[in-house]
């Protein structure tokens, strides 16, 4: 037993330890930049060596991998996902999907930009947009399928999960809210009803 209780410490000191490592690593690459952050930073900022840095997670790249897949899997995008699955009203589902897309741009906005600005100038990062992009579509997919299901596509699930991608971006949330100063508030009711208007069948369980 004792050798349990200690195996356990240790499973908790490490998950302590990466997430420690993960939070520097975010703030950092938010402060500074991805490509100006380095491991012996990120070591400092989390209170560790920095070879524990690469033994817990890894190398920049590796990292954020690890910042991109715990924004993805914030338990409260999980249970915001999982709502759809209770509603009947295709336009409620519409606007399920917009909240809980807002709550992920609006979370998480310091960190979207860093990507956008960085994208093109380091391969590990365009990797870690590309598997947020990828994320994302897997969760617009299965929304476009609830919709199908329900008889309310007036376009093919494929081509609505083009539309969902399209209007639920990053850069289309930055656009309305950065560029041209609306609400999170505004921009989220304006997507919806364009979302709607998009691919809906018309005449069906309405707002």
């Known amino acids: 037993m004792a ?38 930073d990120i070591a400092v900022a989390a209170r560790v060596e920095a070879g524990t840095v690469y033994s817990i997670v890894g ?48 979370a998480f906005a310091d960190f979207y930009d860093l990507i956008h600005r960085t994208v093109q100038l380091d391969t590990a990062v365009a990797s870690g947009a590309e598997a947020a992009e990828q994320r994302l579509r897997r969760s617009l997919h299965l929304v476009a399928l609830r919709l199908s299901e329900l008889e309310s596509l007036r376009v093919p699930v494929a081509e609505a ?33 364009r979302i709607g208007e998009a691919m809906l069948v018309r005449g069906g369980a309405h707002r």
Request: no cysteine; charged share 30%; proline share 3%.
């Open 161 to 193: 999960v083009d539309m969902f991608a399209y209007f639920l971006g990053h850069l289309s949330w930055r656009r309305l809210v950065v560029d041209f100063g609306w609400s999170y508030d505004d921009a989220e009711a304006w997507l919806a009803d």
């Open 3 to 40: 050798g349990a209780h200690r195996s356990s410490g240790r499973q908790d000191d490490d998950v302590a330890t990466r997430t420690a490592i993960l939070d520097a690593a975010s703030a950092l690459f938010v402060e500074r930049g991805y490509l100006a952050t380095t491991i012996d």
């Open 59 to 106: 190398g920049k790249p590796q990292l954020l991998e690890a910042v991109v897949e715990r924004f993805a899997d914030d338990p409260r995008l999980g249970r915001a996902v999982d709502e759809y699955t209770e509603l009947i009203d295709p336009y409620a589902i519409v606007r399920n999907a917009v909240r809980t897309n807002r709550f992920a741009t609006e």
